[in-house]
């Protein structure tokens, strides 16, 4: 099978998608398939004419790519791809549309205000309605990107025009305090519970990669009856949006109880990832839940 691994493009989470991109494209080559790599630039439709791939495993992280649009274009050329479609995609990328989804679904996820025009009048609301603090988000980045924890009232006002400014769309959203956990779904299952602890005050674009300032638990200590709990919600959360053969859960268990914050449909797969990090849990190496998520794609297709 002749497969091409995209990676890269033009987002801000360009550099972790090329090791991810790297680190796939290796385990397939180990795994006896015949490889492409490429780097996504706007010329990205010709090469994939050229190489013509039986399918596409895009490695693409935020957007372009992880958000609908790269998807959009491999069904116009008719090629298989990896991953979640257009539609699952485009909901899981914006987080304002996901919450909607998870409250209709019965997906547990902390409460959530998206302001409107007047912040002032906003900035006096809200904490009544979420108590504090509370946690203000862009709607459609990744990476803690933006995430910004509000402990003050008097600092909210200033929060909201900031983000607004730099990112557009935003929410606020009730700070839950618990522990920050992870739970990867493969095909139809969801991998064990994979527990962070950041050495920082949260799990921030510094805390994710740099090596030793986030502990990785895993299996997360929780209780079988938490555990299972949890990777129901994962299940939950990845099927209400429509998400196909793989994705990764984020959320915050508080009391046992898991709080969805979003779902990543093409998460991070460098050597330490979360998602492998989980699988090695279940005694599964890198290239064995790699090819996994291909050959669930590729039956999916029927080209397996
Ligand atoms: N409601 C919340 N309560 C407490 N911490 C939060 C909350 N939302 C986000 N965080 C912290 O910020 C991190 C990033 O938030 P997340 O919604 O997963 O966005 P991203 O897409 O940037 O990863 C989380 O892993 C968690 O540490
Ligand atoms: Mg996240």
């Not at 790269?70 to 991953?83: D, R, S, T």
């Not at 910004?148 to 606020?172: C, D, H, Q, S, W």
Request: glycine share 8%.
């Amino acid at each position: 099978m002749k497969v091409c691994v995209v990676y890269g493009g033009w987002s801000r989470e360009r550099e972790v998608s090329i090791r991810s991109g790297k680190n796939v494209a290796s385990a397939l080559r180990r795994l006896g398939y015949e490889v492409y790599e490429v780097d996504m630039q706007r010329d990205i439709a010709l090469k994939l004419h050229e190489i013509n791939p039986d399918i596409v495993f895009p490695l693409l992280h935020g957007r372009p790519g992880e958000d609908g649009t790269f998807q959009g274009m491999l069904e116009i050329m008719g090629i298989p791809y990896v991953g979640s479609g257009v539609l699952a995609s485009a909901l899981a990328m914006d987080k304002i549309y996901s919450k909607k989804i998870f409250l209709a679904s019965g997906v547990n996820t902390p409460s959530h205000v998206v302001p409107g025009p007047d912040l002032m009048k906003e900035a006096e609301e809200i904490p009544k309605r979420l108590g504090m603090p509370v946690v203000v988000k862009p709607a459609c980045e990744g990476s803690s990107i933006g995430v910004k924890i509000v402990k003050t009232p008097e600092e909210l006002y200033p929060a909201m025009v900031e983000t607004r400014r730099n990112f557009g769309r935003f929410y606020v959203e009730e700070y839950i305090q618990g522990m920050t956990a992870t739970v990867a779904v493969v095909g139809s299952r969801a991998l064990p519970v994979l527990e962070l602890v950041p050495k920082r005050e949260f799990y921030d674009y510094e805390a994710k990669y740099t090596k030793g300032l986030t502990e990785f638990i895993v299996p997360a200590r929780l209780s079988p009856e938490e555990t299972r709990r949890a990777q129901e919600m994962a299940l939950l959360a990845h099927n209400s949006l429509g998400c196909q053969d793989f994705s990764r859960v984020d959320m915050i268990i508080r009391l046992g109880e898991p709080y969805v914050l979003e779902v990543n449909t093409i998460p991070g797969m460098t050597d330490l990832s979360d998602l492998p990090a989980e699988a090695k849990a279940e005694g599964k190496s890198y290239d064995e839940i790699v090819d996994e998520i291909l050959k669930t794609a590729a039956r999916r297709w029927g080209i397996l």
